[in-house]
């Protein structure tokens, strides 16, 4: 069936329109799935799960600044009395008293299961004198009336020693009876949202939630002057999500005014435009339909880095029309599109070995890529030219494209320039190859200097834990992994004792091995021994034993009773913290107990003695960044094995092509020394490589093979018209607008992509013409 140009605007149009509706309902993210392992081994699945699930990536750090001490303790309670009643969070803590209330109830029932300090010296008339002493004092303390209630029930005070080893760690500073700075200048407040780190969208209502409670209280008058601050995991994911947004958004607008205004003044047609952009459209919703097919979900940067690819889309609509035009369809079919085709199939060549990567970015971009030019091609061959009809003459390139064109018949003469600036660029590389790539993940992140110290300060006032020091253990069931967290417990709280670290979180503290939990209840005596022995301890003593019945029931219960479960813990706000730190996979229990460092004002944790306080115990230490990093390296090198076999398979497919050793030397010759100036003048302006100016490069590669063939198209023929010469200069020139967008962004990925295309097609070009285009192009 003969399709008319009705009939193919339609098909495009319903493809399209599919694949719009597709898009809707996909998933996009801007998490750092980007950059994490897409076949993770068990322990990295543990790390994964940690940084995606993990009760570190779901605190928030909030801090309540200026105003007067007063204001901001008042502003802190009711701030957190409306987080706790909004649903969106587990708990909030801001050193009230209260802060632990909806939790008192279950640790008033399993308190001879939980208490840590329950021995059987305890329960001797001494122990007993001395507990309930302590509890005593505490009770007629000014955070008494917390345990007053319960006197009678837990005269040893074993809700304190429970809350006392619940404790997230270093104590911040109080001020107006509430959490403070050290220097007292910020209330502080820390929360764990309902939401994962991986729930971008929960974490932003929860910040947005924030936010708009506290712009309540600031209706008032005395709260007014006061600012709040927030840090932490989620904040940050959904910072970087929306710096990821806002920047697509606006490479996208510049890029498309950029183009579009440049397709306009080249056709001088609204039409022969609007028909321009029918491959870049088909193009573009075919990669996006195809990333969220293959994996799920669409990254942020790979739909930036598709924004940008819009200008070599667009070229193929460019190549159409000018040549075309000139020569006629068929013409056009059978003279300029085999060199058209030859491109796409080595641009494909190039990114195709993405897909190998085992770093999901890389296959984003490569499916991204692929579908995208692959689509684009096929619309620019079938649906355009029957959609354009024979109406598509382009104005003549004027002036401007025919001294252009005599510039290019004198680009041979920087041959020799060219040789030396590669020579020099060479022994650069060479000088700096083992400072080329950086291995730092910081170079990578969105987040901000400011954004880090005040992150850093946050987290040393409240003592909170970093994501970046973790203890791992590993064990057959959970029973033994508990056993396990329990026994580097007991090592790090010596660490803790002499001030090397400032705490640890460990799920065993919220749900202790069944061993644990008999060796306390065996502690507990028979109901007779234990009335004697208190009858004798309390003689004299302000509380009589008479009046602790309720004490002795409970003791009784608790020997009689089952061990606690996790079954026990739901509903509390311990369940999610025994769930975020312990986990199930591959037939092994994995436990992560996050580290702190100690509360002086550092960062860092003394690694070596971590290590040497756990050895014997099975527990491995972790340093998440150094992890990643050593993770990131072992990706960066293969994704420059593949970079090579990209240029290897392009190698090859030209090649066959030309059949033609010297024709493939000068090809492969222009694209090696594009690649090393690019590169050596990268880091000698001060840029880190990294694993997207890989990219970067391979892309240069793969567009640079473009302006080759067409050179070398040129000298098979042994001419240039001026009109074909202005198809390929438009066609850079949309590839520099789209990548040179990119290369301004506030985006640290999509930056470094700019940075090395933007300017390296422009290279790859001029060393294209002085090396392919034959001298007597000067002559003509």
Do not use: C
Request: charged share 15%; net charge negative.
């Amino acid at each position: 069936m003969k399709l008319t140009p009705l009939k193919a605007f339609l098909l495009w149009l319903v493809a399209v329109a599919a694949g719009v509706a597709w898009i809707f309902q996909a998933r996009f993210t801007a998490d750092m799935s980007f950059f994490l392992p897409s076949d993770p081994s068990p322990e990295q699945r543990v790390l994964v799960d940690q940084m995606k699930e993990g009760a570190v990536s779901r605190l928030l750090m909030i801090g309540i600044g200026g105003g007067t001490e007063a204001e901001r303790a008042n502003a802190s309670v009711a701030l957190r009395k409306a987080m706790t009643g909004s649903g969106l969070f587990v708990s909030v803590q801001n050193g009230e008293p209260g802060g632990l209330e909806a939790e008192r109830e279950f640790l008033l029932r399993f308190r001879y299961h939980l208490s840590p300090a329950l021995t059987p010296e305890r329960f001797s008339p001494e122990g007993l004198r001395e507990a309930v002493g302590r509890t005593i004092d505490v009770a007629t303390s000014p955070v008494g009336f917390l345990f007053k209630p319960y006197l009678l029930q837990d005269p040893t005070g074993e809700m304190i020693a429970i809350l006392t080893q619940l404790h997230p760690g270093t104590e911040p500073d109080t001020r107006g009876g509430v959490w403070a700075s050290r220097d007292g200048q910020r209330a502080l407040l820390l929360a764990q949202t309902l939401a994962p780190g991986s729930d971008t969208d929960g974490q932003e209502r929860a910040i947005k939630a924030v936010r708009a409670q506290f712009a309540a209280l600031q209706a008032e008058p005395s709260l007014a002057p006061l600012s709040l601050t927030m840090s932490g995991p989620g904040q940050f994911a959904v910072q970087a999500r929306e710096a990821i947004r806002s920047e697509i958004e606006r490479i996208s607008l510049v890029s498309s005014i950029g183009i579009g205004l440049l397709l306009l003044w080249i056709y001088r047609s609204p039409r022969m435009m609007a028909l321009g952009l029918l491959p870049v459209v088909a193009g573009t919703v075919a990669a996006i339909v195809s990333v969220d097919l293959v994996f799920g979900m669409v990254h942020g940067i790979t739909v930036g880095f598709g924004a940008a690819l819009v200008g070599e889309a667009v070229d193929y609509a460019i190549y159409f029309f000018v040549q075309s035009g000139r020569v006629g369809l068929q013409s056009w079919r059978n003279t300029f599109w085999p060199t058209i085709r030859l491109g796409v199939l080595t641009s494909i060549a190039g990114f195709g070995v993405m897909l190998l990567a085992g770093f999901p970015g890389l296959a984003q971009l490569g499916v991204y890529a692929l579908s995208g030019i692959a689509v684009a091609a096929l619309v620019t061959r079938f649906i355009l030219p029957v959609v354009a009809g024979d109406r598509h003459e382009i104005p003549p390139p004027g002036v401007l494209g025919n001294t252009t064109l005599g510039w290019l018949g004198q680009a041979w003469r920087l041959r020799w320039p060219a040789w030396i600036v590669t020579a020099v660029a060479l022994f650069y590389l060479v000088q700096h190859h083992e400072s080329l790539w950086s291995t730092n993940l910081s170079t990578l992140s969105t987040v901000s200097e400011a954004e880090a110290d005040a992150d850093a300060r946050l987290r040393a006032d409240i003592g909170a834990p970093d994501a970046r020091y973790l203890v791992l253990v590993t064990a057959p069931d959970q029973e033994a992994a508990l056993v396990e967290a329990e026994t580097a417990g007991r090592r790090l709280d010596r660490l803790v004792e002499q001030g090397l670290i400032g705490g640890y979180d460990n799920p065993a503290r919220f749900l202790p091995s069944a061993q644990v939990q008999r060796e306390r209840l065996a502690a507990l005596p028979p109901r007779q021994a234990l009335q004697r022995d208190l009858a004798q301890a309390l003689q004299d003593a302000p509380l009589s034993a008479g009046r602790l019945t309720p004490f002795l029931d409970a003791v009784d219960a608790a020997r009689r009773g089952p061990l606690m479960t996790r079954a026990d813990l739901h509903g509390t706000a311990m369940a999610l913290a025994v769930d975020s730190l312990m986990s199930s996979n591959d037939g092994q229990w994995h436990v992560v107990l996050p580290l702190r460092p100690a509360a002086v004002g550092v960062t860092d944790i003394p690694v070596d003695q971590v290590r040497q306080a756990l050895e014997g115990t099975g527990a491995v230490f972790i340093d998440l960044k150094a992890e990643f990093e050593t993770l990131y390296a072992g990706y960066l090198q293969q994704a420059v094995y593949l970079a090579l076999g990209g240029v290897l398979a392009i190698t090859i497919m030209l090649a066959f092509a030309m059949r033609s050793w010297t024709r493939l030397w000068r090809m492969m010759l222009t694209l090696a020394m594009t690649v090393t100036i690019v590169m050596a003048t990268l880091h000698a302006l001060g840029t880190e490589l990294n694993l997207l100016h890989l990219i970067g490069l391979l892309l240069i590669v793969a567009v640079g093979s473009n302006y080759t063939l067409f050179f070398d198209q040129i000298d098979a023929d042994g001419g240039l018209a001026v009109d074909v010469w202005s198809s390929m200069s438009v066609a850079v020139v949309t590839t520099v607008i789209g990548f040179g967008a990119l290369a301004v962004s506030h985006v640290p990925v999509l930056k470094a992509m700019g940075v090395t295309v933007a300017p390296g097609v422009v290279i790859a070009l001029v060393l294209s013409a002085a090396f392919i285009v034959p001298r007597r192009e000067a002559a003509a």
